[in-house]
């Protein structure tokens, strides 16, 4: 019917062409966005910000929005990993940014969840005791990344260290396994319109009760951790640390350690 020529698939020639001209396309915005690094440092120390560069609540919205955005062929992971790569890229040529990781006996999964969530570009340690990702974190562009294990409750300490806040839950895909650490630094957490906030009681009564204690206040908890007499929830939502429906909570010793964006897949 004469139409087979057009039907034709391209050359690996002619594909590889257009790749190349791409690429080409790519570096000339990446270079360009990443011209802007000094420009964001300049303007935050005018704004008088002179302390850690990091907006996690900014990095949730620009990756919604480019997963909300029209694609054909990149997948919802691509798009993750390059833009956090990019970011974290940006934000290591603003300021010492740097990560330091706990990971209980086998830190691996830890390592590589990092990595996931805060690119290749900031210098990473591996230490031996969760207190001591604590106090790196503490260090100016300090990040903490500390796995979630039955057998520490390092979140506990954050009670008594108002400043550090858990800022990410890891990984931050549902479908990259369940969140099995958090990320820890003196950051100011905002609302990003989809979040989880992460609250500590000492309260004997089991994690089933404590949930259905906090129902009627209207807070969808749901159980994360628990050791030495502690345990860590997650309440669906935006919960301010002097939260009214989190007034008659069941413990003595209680508080909200942060908050954090929901997976991007729920
Ligand atoms: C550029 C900024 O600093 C960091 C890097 C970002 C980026 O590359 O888009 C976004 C948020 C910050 O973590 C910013 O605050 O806008």
Redesign the pocket.
């Known amino acids: 019917m004469g139409t087979d020529a057009a039907k034709a698939p391209p050359s690996l020639e002619e594909v590889r062409w257009r790749l190349d001209a791409i690429d080409g396309e790519l570096l000339k915005l990446l270079d360009e966005?990443a011209s802007?690094?000094g420009s964001?440092a300049a303007a935050?120390r005018a704004a008088g910000d002179t302390g850690f560069?990091?907006?996690?609540g900014?990095?949730a919205l620009?990756i919604r929005r480019l997963l909300a955005a029209p694609r054909s062929a990149a997948n919802d992971a691509l798009v993750i990993r390059i833009w956090r790569e990019?970011?974290?890229?940006?934000?290591s040529r603003?300021g010492p940014y740097h990560l330091a990781v706990w990971g209980g006996k086998d830190p691996t999964r830890t390592v590589e969840l990092t990595r996931l969530r805060f690119g290749t570009a900031p210098r990473l340690q591996v230490l031996p005791e969760a207190k001591d990702v604590l106090g790196a974190a503490k260090t100016p562009w300090g990040v903490g990344v500390l796995a979630l294990t039955p057998d520490s409750n390092w979140w506990g300490r954050l009670l008594a260290e108002p400043k550090l806040k858990v800022f990410a839950a890891l990984p931050c895909l549902n479908r990259w396994g369940p969140q099995a650490a958090l990320a820890v630094a003196e950051v100011e957490v905002e609302p990003t319109g989809g979040d989880q906030t992460f609250w500590v009681t000492d309260s004997p009564k089991s994690a089933a009760a404590i949930v259905e204690a906090l129902s009627p206040s209207g807070v969808a908890a749901e159980p994360l951790a628990a050791s030495g007499g502690l345990k860590l929830f997650s309440l669906s939502g935006f919960f301010q640390v002097n939260d009214e429906r989190l007034a008659q909570a069941p413990g003595k010793l209680t508080g909200v350690i942060g908050a954090a964006p929901t997976p991007f897949d729920l």
């Open positions: 966005r802007l690094a964001v935050k560069g990091l907006r996690p900014r990095e620009i990019i970011m974290s890229d940006n934000l603003q």
